[in-house]
């Protein structure tokens, strides 16, 4: 038997390019500033050429990573066999240096063009990706809010590869409370801190790809106000650096430990001391205290938007994984012929009750991954429009704001649902580790937890960005989705679901006033109760609008194709846009209508049964 690793990730290209280039109109803004270097067939290229490196350099060590996970000996973290090399590879490349901005060397490609590629790293090998998209993420704060000397110092370091990144919150004793944090900044005097504490559940936390690890550190200065008011944030590189940029002596940062994870397990999920011998040296991002979290939020809005493209990679793997296998496993005999022993056993893709599961995988793996690219979209355009027209800019930015929670939660509820439909459509198969499912499952539970739970997700949209600019986001929202339903009530395909996408976009907007209600007459212990339904089938109707639309370009791009062989693939493609925009809108987006008449009932249930009465141990 052959030990070269073999890849089993697969996309669909066909999928990502209809979503760049025929649904959402990136060719509106490619070939002006900001993208005046992006073109279609650059674009193009793009996308083939990151999933061939996925296919061929991430991919073969998805379960490679999994398999052998992290080491940690003697203070040191040994990575999976192949990942120091892939790190090499996928810098050479550029892949990561897409998104960044020309001053630091990178290409300032569009955020569409940027997710469709990260999907493909996300999806063959989540947890490799996540190195450098946490170094990426740290390094764009910086670039944001650090002084010029900080930006030149560690940016283009952490941009390019040569040094890693990380972002540190979570502590033992809080969790999600990251305003009880206890870790410490006490002023040396000379722009300097002596940082103290201990951080839990850092991804990416140490590796042995590059010399230098950048952690940016949310710590209390001595006389800072309680709570997250009184956090600022901190520059804590594993290794001092010189003013001229070179290392010099370890800066008393130190893994205690590594996490023994469910999945994921290719990355180095750790608890790192900082300053157990009183020698930690850490510098303000920027130059104010205790503004540490509204810095935070930038690099916790690009990972939330991160982790939800993490669900839909991980989801779409599975769903193409059990597809594939549907298509060639065969078992039993149609079920028009159940009864006759001698029948042909067919392919299992030819039972009625597969077929429904690859539908359902289907829809909550695409309107998802619409969703995302719809909040790219939003992203391009404000900076497509910045300076220019800034009430359009600012319109694509409440949007962008808004769909952020959705996409977070949503994303990664569903993937977790879609893994496990796809190990159900392999039957027992599904549970060895012969084949990749069980490990997209494992690997997925994580992206509903980190990076602020799916339920702070739900909470941050009911309590802030639904009221955000007085509710104009939202009614933007809800118009947009309204105008859809209006212009399309009697499109030959389309006409027959906005029946139902209205009936959701009356419940969503029902549920807004009901919410608003919850709090003018202070009934607020409600609201956590509601929040996470609330998000749910406001997600549910954005994607059934997302489908629908795909479905009527597909519908009217049907009629304009030639016969023959030449164009039955994208035949088949369309075709597949349509059915399953209506088994979503069917299926899937009546629970919208359904949730709104559950919250109506205001049931305080789980409020009233007392403590002692969950169960009697």
Known sequence: MSSTPQNRYKADLRETKFLIFEQFPLDTLLGAPPFENWGRDECSMVVDEAYKFSCEVTGPLNSIGDREGCKLEGGKITTPTGFKDAWKRLYEAGWKALAAEPEYDGQSAPSMLTLAVEEFLCGSNPAFNMYGGLAHGAAEVIAHFGTKVQ???????????????????????????????????????????????????????????????VHLVLARVDGAPPGTKGLSLFIVPKVRVNDDGSLAEPNDVTVASIEHKMGINGNATCVLNFGDDGKCIGELVGEAENVGMQQMFMLMNTARIGVGLQGVSVGAAAYLAALDYAKDRKQGAPITNWKDATAPRVPIIDHPDVRRMLMEMKGRVEGPRALIMKLAFHADSVRALKGKDDQAAAYHQGQLDLLVPLVKAYSTDQAYKVCELAIQTFGGHGYLKDHPVEQCARDAKIFSIYEGTNHIQAMDLVGRKLPQNGGANLQAFLGDVGRFIAENEKHPFVGSLVKDLAQAHEAVAGTAMRLLSWFQSGRMQIVPLAANRVLEMMSELACGWLLCDAARIAHDKLDKLPPGEESAADRAFYEGKKYVAAYFVKNILPHAKLTAEILGREDTSALDIPVAAFASV
Request: net charge positive.
């Open 151 to 213: 930006r030149g110092r560690y940016v283009r370091n952490m941009l390019h590869g040569t040094w890693g990144g990380t972002m540190c919150l979570t502590e033992p004793h809080a969790g999600s409370d990251v305003g009880s944090a206890r870790t410490t900044a006490k002023r040396l005097g000379d722009g300097k801190y002596q940082i103290t504490g201990t951080k839990i559940f850092i991804s990416a936390g140490d590796q042995d790809f590059t010399d230098n690890v």
